[in-house]
């Protein structure tokens, strides 16, 4: 089983820069592959950005490429995400998530942290 703790959210200007992390407990973090999804009021949750187990393959939505970038340090059991040049429509609560392979739903996904607020002030 694995346990996910997410930090770094917060409220930031428009153009500016956060950057999330998220802290995973047990010796098993290195053969998951994580995500980070996000969900607005009223939207569905969404995946943003994920990482394969090594960290070699990434996947991005569309609308964040070239903001964000996903990595992973697999000695600290921790994945973070950059985010970078920030809009107002980037504000969610953001989500990291555990699964056996990159997937881009939500039922891909075994374990799950409990939140992080970010919000885009315009």
């Known amino acids: 089983q694995v346990q996910l703790v997410e930090s770094g959210g917060g409220l930031v200007q428009a153009g500016g820069s956060l950057r999330l992390s998220c802290a995973a407990s047990?010796?098993?973090?290195?053969?998951?592959?994580m995500g980070w999804f996000r969900q607005a009021p009223g939207k569905e949750r969404e995946l943003v950005a994920a990482?394969?187990?090594?960290?070699?393959?990434?996947y991005y939505a569309d609308s964040v490429k070239g903001r964000f970038t996903i990595s992973r340090d697999n000695a600290k059991n921790t994945v973070y995400l950059q985010m970078n040049n920030l809009k107002p429509e980037d504000t969610a609560v953001y989500y990291c998530?555990?699964?056996?392979?990159?997937?881009?739903?939500?039922?891909?996904?075994?374990?799950w942290g409990q939140g992080t607020q970010v919000t885009v002030s315009s």
């Open positions: 990482i394969n187990s090594r960290g070699k393959n990434t």
């Open positions: 998530a555990a699964g056996g392979a990159v997937a881009v739903v939500t039922t891909g996904y075994h374990y």
């Open positions: 047990g010796r098993t973090f290195s053969s998951y592959a």
